[in-house]
């Protein structure tokens, strides 16, 4: 019997790797100290725990921080008059500390909550919040423990515990390749939560196991023989498959018991890749292959990284049975998956940069054809996509979606208007900050509100990012303080005009307001006024018609252009390149930009608008934000045109250019659009999907092309595959 942490240390000397077996008792001891007087629901010390789970993290030869982590985890959260995060980096480092600090915000799954969005979103959390993924493997390590002794717990929270494990850490586990780590963790799950089904599976295997109870040692030997005949190195593992993918196959994917052909299943390690295809070889020459049985992940590696190839045969006595053949190498990264090729950077991991993001994406879509269901591959997808959200935490433990970059008062809109309005300060993992405080990952957010508020302040609506918010802060001026929004909207037309050299009477100044209040369809010039003080319309709305009813009033006789028409065409130059192909009036080197409403592409007709500080913004001729503009600023239209050097589509000037399709919810339809780019050489510069309500899915795309007739090659192209519905020009966001 091993007593404390002789077992582990244990381990750590047969995985032959380097500890500090000084910091990792010290990290025992303080434990154990900490957690004295503790107990474990079965009537153990408490100290069992943090042992166990550094035994589970040992095993996937981590490292020491994370072992001292794994000691520690639940320290500061059980005990916090024993201990503390400060006092936890002065005894153990940085690193332990930032570890433990990650596990211990990571105790969420407090909440009753069960729908697909919620867990969908914890699983999000978790990987968002995988600055350092050895949290991730400690909590998997934590939760696996408590499952192996979730018959302690009382009735009720077994099943919460276990459709936890299910839905949340075993897919876990699984897209880290942690394939021994998901398979116990579900079969410990299924056992909580089918307890019939879970018995019903075993006894039938247990059964058929005890009538064909030679079969798995006359085959091992067969196999033995002729291996060992052909000069190939090997270990044979014979075995059944885990209950739960037995379950799977049954209760899920309605098969019979008779028809599962990998019930048994034998795994052979052998030392290099050509002895792989040497092994299969002689196994389809022993025995009778299942057409369409054989997988080949060597060649083409599972999107975590997974590589083997398997097979499935039929032997004499006619009992099927699956092989799997593997070398070591791939054997160690199926069962410990990204703990086996272990490496990580000291400090904050780099963010992928958009071209890793798109190969690993395309590499999923190449690996669409092998996977069993869909949903695991646009799931797989989803992970990577939602960087730009931010994952905060109520004081109940509440998950709450946040774009990045949002902030308290963001969070506190989020929750309900009242609080927004009512809040006096905000609390961010215990402590008082300015309401204007970043949120991150994994923060821990409490609003502290006042019935004696006096509601939000003017500020706010620059200050929260969220339009949520703001449109709830607007709402709230508007509804509260009418005279002193009319006086605010008053003073802002009022330095606005005095910015733009709009000199009048006070009639004239109320005629020209009338004017735009109309236009408008407000029915007074309070109204206005009051709207620009909640902040209900932008200034800039009323400032660019401000110039054309000044005229109206005060200078009726001068002239303006209303229409595009009136706006001359000039035909492109031969000798001007122009900035990014583009002309301006005749002149080179405007700087231009292109509108992300209409995007237009060499060979669209053009118009350009000045923009306040960015140049030309240059539009297609019928883009409906034009004609907008037009009603409101005439004055602002430049004539620009292509360079005759960009039609004629020689310097392969590339240009974003995007599209939507329609198409029939296919497997490998994503493949099918990429290959067929990829052919065009056109390469995609964003991808992403929706489903339709009719089970269509809409892929928006963005890719590189020269001009327009290039581009309507590509639809047109796009259109020939198979199950595209349709095929639109799109534009960016
Ligand atoms: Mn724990």
């Known amino acids: 019997m091993f007593n404390g942490i002789d077992k582990l240390l244990f381990i750590l000397e047969d995985g032959g790797r380097k500890y500090d077996i000084d910091k990792i008792s010290e990290a025992y001891e303080y434990a154990k100290e900490i957690h004295k007087g503790q107990y474990r629901k079965s009537g153990e010390e408490y100290i069992v725990h943090p042992i166990a789970v550094a035994e589970i993290v040992a095993e996937y030869s981590m490292d020491t921080d994370s072992i001292c982590a794994a000691f520690l985890h639940d320290t500061l959260e059980d005990c916090p008059d024993k201990t503390s995060l400060e006092e936890i980096r002065i005894r153990f480092g940085n690193d332990v500390a930032e570890l433990v600090d990650g596990l211990t915000k990571l105790v969420v799954l407090k909440s009753e909550n069960q729908e697909d969005t919620h867990i969908e979103s914890l699983r999000k959390m978790f990987f968002a919040m995988a600055k350092d993924v050895r949290v991730i493997m400690i909590k998997l ?39 021994r780590m998901k398979a116990e963790l579900e079969d410990l799950s299924l056992r909580y939560l089918d307890p019939k089904g879970y018995e019903q599976v075993s006894e039938s295997v247990n059964q058929k196991y005890g009538q064909t109870m030679g079969f798995l040692e006359k085959i091992r030997e067969e196999i033995k023989k002729e291996l060992t005949k052909n000069g190939i190195k090997f270990t044979l593992e014979g075995r059944v498959k885990s209950v739960y993918s037995l379950y799977n196959k049954i209760f899920v994917k309605g098969r019979s018991f008779e028809e599962i052909y990998d019930f048994y299943a034998f795994r052979i390690i052998v030392e290099t890749n050509s002895n792989c295809y040497e092994t299969l070889g002689i196994i389809h020459d022993l025995y009778n292959a299942i057409p369409n049985r054989l997988k080949d992940y060597i060649s083409t590696p599972k999107p975590n990284k997974y590589q083997a190839i398997h097979t499935s045969v039929i032997g004499e006595d006619g009992i099927p049975f699956e092989v799997q053949i593997r070398t070591k190498e791939m054997n160690q990264i199926a069962e410990y998956g990204i703990a086996a090729h272990w490496k990580y950077k000291s400090g904050e991991q780099s963010q992928p940069s958009v071209d890793e993001k798109l190969e690993w994406i395309s590499r999923l879509i190449e690996q669409e054809e092998n996977t069993e269901n869909p949903d695991d591959f646009y799931g797989a997808l989803k992970i990577d996509l939602f960087q730009d959200e931010t994952f905060v935490f ?118 020209i307001m009338e004017g735009i209040a109309s236009r408008l369809g407000m029915g007074s010039i309070d109204d206005l006024f009051s709207m620009l003080g909640y902040g209900g319309i932008a200034l800039d709305k009323v400032s660019s ?189």
């Open 545 to 733: 018609k401000l110039r054309e009813e000044y005229i109206k009033v005060v200078e009726p006789d001068k002239n303006i252009i209303t229409s595009v028409s009136q706006i001359a065409v000039v035909n492109p130059s031969k000798q001007l390149k122009g900035f990014r192909g583009v002309i301006v009036d005749g002149l080179e080197g405007c700087q231009v930009k292109f509108a992300k409403c209409c995007n237009p592409l060499p060979g669209d007709n053009i118009l350009g608008f000045i923009t306040k500080g960015y140049g030309i913004s240059i539009h297609k001729r019928d883009c409906q934000n034009i004609m907008d503009l037009m009603k409101d600023q005439p004055d602002r239209f430049v004539n620009v045109s292509w360079s005759q050097s960009i039609n004629d589509s020689s310097d392969g000037s590339n240009y974003e250019a995007f599209m939507q399709l329609f198409v029939e919810d296919r497997l490998s339809m994503l493949a099918d659009i990429s290959t067929a780019l990829a052919e065009m050489k056109v390469s995609i510069t964003q991808i992403t999907t929706q489903k339709t309500q009719n089970n269509n899915v809409i892929v928006n795309l963005a890719v590189t092309c020269k001009n327009l007739s290039h581009f309507n090659n590509i639809m047109s192209r796009l259109k020939d595959i198979s199950g595209i519905i349709d095929v639109k020009r799109g534009f960016g966001k």
């Open 394 to 511: 109520t004081p109940k433990g509440t998950i709450i979606t946040l774009p990045q970059n949002a902030n308290c008062i963001d969070f506190a809109y989020k929750i309900h208007s009242e609080v927004g309005n009512h809040m006096i300060g905000a609390k961010v993992n215990g402590v008082i900050v300015p309401i204007d405080r970043k949120l991150n990952n994994g923060d821990i957010v409490e609003i502290i509100t006042s019935s004696s508020s006096k509601g939000p302040s003017r500020d706010w609506l620059n200050i929260a990012l969220t339009s949520e918010a703001k449109t709830k802060i607007r709402q709230w001026f508007k509804k509260e303080k009418r005279p002193e929004n009319i006086e605010t909207g008053k003073n802002m037309v009022v330095s606005e005009m005095r910015r733009l050299q709009l000199g009048c009477t006070t009639a004239e100044f109320n005629s």
């Open 141 to 179: 390590a934590d939760r696996l423990h408590n499952m192996r002794t979730l018959s302690a717990q009382p009735e009720e929270k077994r099943r919460a515990i276990a459709l936890e494990t299910m839905y949340v850490y075993a897919p876990l586990a699984h897209r880290l390749g942690m394939q």
